[in-house]
Structure formats: C-alpha cells, structure tokens
C-alpha cells in the first residue's frame, strides 16, 4: 500500500488560494447522480416519397431465414467483411451513433420506423445503431415476431455491412448491433 505524503500549505499560499478562489460555498454531498439519455421514441418516421417504395421493398416479408427463440443470438455478416470487424461489433466495441426502440409497434409501423431510421442514420453519417426489437415475451406466444423480422429485414438491406445480438448491458438477445456502410 502506498504512503500518503502530507504537505505543508503555508499561510501565504492559503490565503492566495482563498483570494483566487472567492466565494464558494459547500457541496451537500460528494455523490454524482448519474441520468439515462431519453430513449428516442419509436414513432414512424415519414420517409421522401421517391425513397417510401425502395424502403418498402428492401424490408419485405419474402425472404424466410428461418425462426428465432427467445433466447438465440442473431448474427450476420455481409460476405468479403473482415471476421475482426464482427468481433469488434459483437463485443460493442463501435460507437453507437443512434438507437430506434421498436417495442409496441405493429408490423407496418416497425418496418416503417426501421427504415426511416435506417435511411436518416446514413444520411447523418451514423456507421454503428442500435435497434432494441424486444425478446418476444410480450407477444401472444410468447414467441419474437418483431426480432424474426428485424432478422428478416436487416439481412435484405443492401447498406447493412453486419449486424449481431447486443452485449447484456445494451438488451442482449433483445437488441442488435447494426453496422452501416458509411454514406459516399
């Protein structure tokens, strides 16, 4: 364990702090109470009309890739990525620039929603989001259709490079990391 050294503040250089300082007065307490950002609301974002279709055919329902559970981790990669850029984005180690929570919305909204926040988080320059599409508990049986779909969807997006379940602290197997081709 280390020494603690103890100095010597002569009168002077404390009443030149004092003068320096001025007038303060006494902190209540020494804690730092720490606030949540506000979760962005997932209200449908109206899209320019020449992008409403395009958005609407990149996220079709078509394509099945099969159903997730509860608990299975989604993980996509675009081929010819690097696997580091995976690893980095399934132990979060981007900068997420944005987050969309999905949770209450029907299937039309969610997929509405997603690709506004798709096309404004390129548009802005956003290379790493984050999109909270819920564990499916709160479904009928109690099975994921929004994830299913999230799944679905991302998988169809040509500016998706790579997407992967979040860490616990950011939802886990209820949110995804999304990585976007940087807008040119």
């Known amino acids: 364990m280390a020494k603690k050294i103890k100095f010597k503040v002569s009168a002077e250089d404390s009443e030149l702090f004092r003068r320096e300082i001025g007038n303060v007065r006494p902190l209540r307490h020494d804690k730092i109470t720490l606030r949540r950002l506000p979760t962005p609301s997932a209200r449908p974002i109206s899209l320019q009309p020449q992008f ?7 996220l079709s329902d078509g394509m099945d890739v099969g159903t997730l559970e509860t608990s299975d981790e989604m993980l996509f990669v675009r081929p010819g990525m690097q696997h580091g850029l995976l690893r980095k984005l399934r132990r979060g180690q ?3 620039n944005g987050q969309l929570d999905l949770h209450g919305l029907t ?3 969610a997929r509405q929603a997603l690709a506004g926040f798709l096309y404004s988080s390129q548009a802005r320059g956003a290379h790493c989001v984050t999109i909270i599409h819920g564990k499916g508990y709160g479904s009928q049986h109690k099975q994921p ?3 299913n779909k999230v799944n679905n969807w991302l998988r169809q997006h040509p500016e998706i490079l790579a ?9 886990g197997t209820g949110a995804v990391y999304v990585l976007l081709r940087r807008a040119t």
Not at 52 to 58: G, I, L, P, V
Not at 163 to 169: E, N, V, W
């Open 52 to 58: 409403e279709q395009r958005a609407h055919d990149m």
């Open 163 to 171: 997407f992967c379940s979040a860490q616990p602290a950011d939802g």
């Open 94 to 96: 981007f900068s997420i």
């Open 145 to 147: 259709i929004l994830k």
């Open 107 to 109: 299937i039309p909204e």
